[in-house]
């Protein structure tokens, strides 16, 4: 028995959803490669994060931001570090990330992607 030909609006319907997904799956595929990317790179930062978030408010810091303070550390020497909202927004920013990426995670483990 041969199969019935399709209709040429069978055909074209096909090629339009064809044609608005394929982008989609580039999107898709270009997205989750960056992200691959961005969660190794965080990954890899994770331990230098702990250590700088370890270091801020301890007493080395304390002490490191007293001498900064009597003019006692060169003066071309980054000190970024010293400073209280940067390091603090970083603390900020990596938890506000990570229940970001939980939530996003939690969508697409429900297949509500």
């Not at 040429?8 to 319907?13: A, N």
């Not at 990317?37 to 810091?61: H, N, P, Q, T, V």
Request: hydrophobic share 40%; proline share 3%.
């Amino acid at each position: 028995m041969a199969s019935k030909k399709p209709s040429q609006s069978k055909i074209e319907k096909s090629i339009q959803r064809i044609n608005e997904m394929e982008p989609l799956l580039n999107e898709c595929q270009e997205a989750l490669a960056g992200l691959e990317e961005a969660l190794d790179r965080m990954d890899d930062a994770r331990k230098g994060m702990i250590k700088l978030f370890s270091y801020y408010g301890s007493s080395a810091w304390r002490s490191d931001l007293e001498l900064d303070e009597q003019g006692q550390l060169p003066e071309g020497l980054q000190r970024g570090v010293l400073s209280e909202d940067l390091v603090y927004d970083q603390i900020i920013s990596a938890r506000d990330a990570a229940f970001r990426m939980l939530e996003l995670a939690e969508d697409i483990l429900k297949n509500r992607i």
